[in-house]
């Protein structure tokens, strides 16, 4: 199943506290609990700035967009992903 990062707008979420950060977490999985999560998986999210930047795994982008709607989460961009590399794809690349 396709990888996703998904880019959102929230003015202040570097801001928000443990407490509201966990009301959007407990928002997001209360989505996934309905016909939606079938397949679907939220990895994790990163805040920073006014930005949260999010990892799913899902059959499709609508299956992503279906869930920010249902979950009224802002949506800039939802872009596949196409390739993950870290420090130890520098370690495949030797001779």
């Not at 609508?62 to 390739?83: K, L, Q």
Request: net charge negative; hydrophobic share 35%; proline share 4%.
């Amino acid at each position: 199943m396709p990888k996703y990062i998904i880019e959102r707008t929230v003015p202040g979420a570097g801001n928000l506290s443990q407490d509201e950060l966990r009301e959007v977490a407990k928002k997001s999985c209360s989505v996934l609990q309905g016909d939606i999560g079938n397949g679907y998986h939220w990895v994790q999210s990163y805040v920073a700035g006014d930005k949260i930047y999010c990892v799913h795994i899902a059959p499709n982008e609508e299956a992503i967009r279906e869930h920010a709607r249902r979950g009224e989460f802002p949506t800039d961009s939802v872009t596949e992903v196409s390739a993950v590399i870290d420090a130890t794809t520098a370690e495949g690349a030797r001779a």
